[in-house]
């Protein structure tokens, strides 16, 4: 996002054309077959490559409220925003192979009545995870739709007893400069630790959730393991990944990417396709894996009949 380069989508972030057609076409002249064997295509699609395991087969049917189809679990942990393990879409999956995402602790403070280092086996012990089929927008125009494996932040809240004083909630990731790349010396795209922020009834909103799993599995290093934050209706960059610190806080806390750019970024974020970035336009975004702006993109992201509510009288196009 920090790179000045020409809107589109750079060449080398683009598999070539024939790679997806041929393979979008095995996967559907195989799901032709017998009931039996449309299982084949799907564990294709499945974690086969890395070796470990099978994709549940609750995946098999699932598909957005939109009635979208799912990505596949290798666009979701292959193509990733995660700037601490480098900048290029693949980086994060090919150099987060030494982190280790445990034991973990998240350290909550500020305006609670319970502040604390609190262990993330304690944090999810008692809590009910659910799959949330979401669309993530991408500030950069490409967008996924994504079955998380979470619970929702309004929960972990309310456990810790905010005080009238905590209006905005600031997160921030974990800081490991021997284990994420990225963050070494002289290697530096953005100051760290990464920080985001919400708006407390942004955090209460029952679309927002806690997630610690992708396809019902365990969150790949990559996409923010153990623990991260999405916000559906706001672009990604809201959601952080790794998350060591939850602080409730009486004013609005500056966010990792206003900080580096205030033109650019706000700190609301909310998807908006007619409010432009600076450089491009947000109206349309592509659908991974297509390499076209196949997709309009809708305002709050699809979700604003849940949540326009939150910004009533706000003037949008000043709080970007
Ligand atoms: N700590 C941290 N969190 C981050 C980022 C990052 O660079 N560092 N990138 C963000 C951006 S721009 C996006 S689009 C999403 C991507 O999430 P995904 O890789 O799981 O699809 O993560 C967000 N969270
Ligand atoms: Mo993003």
């Known amino acids: 996002m920090i790179i000045r380069r020409p809107p589109e989508i750079p060449s080398s972030e ?4 024939d790679v997806y057609v041929n393979r979008r076409r095995f996967i559907k002249a195989a799901a032709v077959g017998a009931a039996g064997l449309a299982v084949a295509p799907f564990a294709l699609r499945g974690v086969a490559g890395d070796g470990v395991q099978e994709i549940p087969p609750r995946f098999r049917t699932m598909r957005s409220e939109l009635d979208e ?3 596949e679990y290798k666009d979701v942990t292959e193509y990733n925003n995660f700037y601490e393990f480098g900048t290029d879409k693949r980086d994060p999956h090919r150099n987060s192979g030494d982190f280790n995402p445990r034991p973990w602790k998240v350290t909550i403070g500020g305006e609670v009545a319970k502040p604390g280092d609190y262990d993330l086996d304690d944090i999810l012990s008692g809590v009910t995870m ?9 500030v950069e125009a490409w967008s996924m739709v994504i079955p998380w494996y979470g619970f929702p932040l309004s929960t972990l809240i309310n456990r810790v007893e905010p005080t009238s004083k905590a209006n905005f909630i600031r997160f921030k990731t974990v800081v490991r400069p021997s ?3 990225g963050q070494r010396r002289g290697r530096g795209t953005l100051n760290w630790p990464y920080v985001e922020g919400l708006r407390m009834d942004e955090a209460m909103h029952p679309l927002t959730i806690l997630v610690t799993g992708v396809y019902g599995m365990d969150l ?3 996409n923010g393991a153990p623990l991260r934050l999405i916000i559906p209706w706001k672009y990604g960059f809201k959601g952080l990944k790794s998350i060591v610190s939850i602080d409730f806080v009486e004013r609005m806390p500056l966010n990792t990417w206003q900080r580096q750019n205030s033109f650019e970024y706000g700190f609301y974020a909310n998807v908006n396709p007619n409010v432009s970035h600076p450089r491009w336009s947000q109206a349309r975004e592509r659908r991974l894996p297509q390499l076209r702006k196949n997709h309009e993109t809708l305002m709050f992201n699809g979700y ?4 326009a509510h939150l910004y009533d009288g706000m003037d949008l196009e000043r709080w970007k």
Do not use: G
């Open 14 to 17: 683009i598999t070539p054309e």
């Open 69 to 71: 189809e799912l990505n």
């Open 130 to 138: 659910e799959d949330r089929v979401y669309r993530l927008r991408c």
């Open 179 to 181: 284990e994420m790349i």
């Open 220 to 222: 790949p290093n990559q």
């Open 304 to 307: 604003a009949d849940q949540v």
